[in-house]
């Protein structure tokens, strides 16, 4: 059995898509012990992707 947890990465530009910090995130989980697994597009403002959840699992 597995337990997930999100963060919310904020994205930006409009046309070419960019995202900040998100290298530093999965390692801060994986030293906990927490696997990053994908992401999910979460919050669009204007028919552009604003927000994205990443998804960590973990064994419990």
Not at 4 to 32: H, N, Q
Not at 38 to 60: H, Q, R, S, Y
């Amino acid at each position: 059995m597995f337990t997930y947890e999100y963060e919310r990465i904020y994205v930006e530009g409009f046309i070419s898509l960019k995202t900040k910090g998100y290298e530093e995130v999965i390692a801060r989980w994986a030293e906990d012990g927490w696997r990053y697994v994908g992401f999910i597009p979460a919050v669009w403002t204007n028919g552009a992707l604003a927000e994205i959840d990443l998804i960590f699992e973990k064994e419990v």
